[in-house]
């Protein structure tokens, strides 16, 4: 079962315009989110993170919204690059109950591609 | 430089056969987890360390084992590798208390014939 969904495999923009990433996730207990971002032949790299407590997180032209009532968050990229084009995997683990829980869950990323 | 690195970088081995990919990470990590990505099912985690000889399973640990000796290094063994493993591995490494910021390795590409 998918705990982490990302619906959309690619996405294609203009350069200058926003791209928008969605992603969805099941589990209630999810309680930290996070953006990595993959170019081909690389490993992923850390891009954006929010907490729970917080509905959006800013970084310069990365932005993530969190909507907790819908389970539900998203990257936005403003301008868009054609460096930004990469694939985007959207990431999540829950609170600790009691104990520790150092578990990752990924969902399946999105190819953004930005055209010049 | 800050790095983690992986050897092999590419592997083709036979059904059976025992083999080991190796990780090390120079940031004086705590925590340790391998990755696999196979088309359509993204990033899955393996196994991961939160310190020397603390380790636990992710979500697909089968077929797997991982030991922590040393905090730097962290091998992957496969003891009778089959053709679903045939995968692209990533390591990762990151402080424990802000262990959800990995730092990734280049991956490893092992088929599995």
């Known amino acids: 079962d998918q705990q982490v969904k990302q619906n959309s495999p690619s996405l294609s923009v203009q350069e200058g315009r926003i791209s928008i990433l969605n992603c969805d996730y099941t589990?209630?207990?999810?309680?930290?989110f996070l953006w990595y971002k993959k170019y081909p032949a690389e490993g992923p790299t850390f891009l954006i993170s929010i907490s729970s407590i917080k509905d959006k997180n800013e970084d310069g032209r990365f932005t993530v919204f969190l909507n907790k009532s819908a389970k539900h968050l998203s990257l936005h990229i403003v301008p868009s690059q054609p460096g930004d084009s990469a694939v985007y995997f959207c990431a999540a683990n829950p609170a600790s109950s009691g104990g520790s829980n150092y578990k990752l869950t990924f969902g399946k990323g999105t190819l953004l591609t930005v055209n010049p | 430089e800050a790095q983690v690195t992986q050897n092999p970088r590419y592997l083709i081995t036979v059904t059976g056969k025992k083999l080991t990919v190796t990780c090390s990470q120079n940031?004086?990590?705590?925590?340790m987890s391998w990755y696999r990505q196979d088309p359509g099912l993204g990033l899955r985690q393996i196994y991961y360390s939160m310190n020397v000889e603390v380790t636990d399973k992710g979500d697909v640990p089968e077929g797997y084992k991982v030991s922590r000796k040393e905090k730097r290094n962290f091998p992957l063994i496969l003891e009778s590798p089959s053709p679903n493993q045939t995968s692209l591995y990533f390591c990762a490494s990151a402080q424990l208390l802000s262990y959800n910021e990995q730092f990734f390795g280049p991956g490893t590409r092992l088929t599995v014939l």
């Open positions: 589990n209630s207990m999810f309680d930290y």
């Open positions: 940031m004086n990590h705590e925590y």
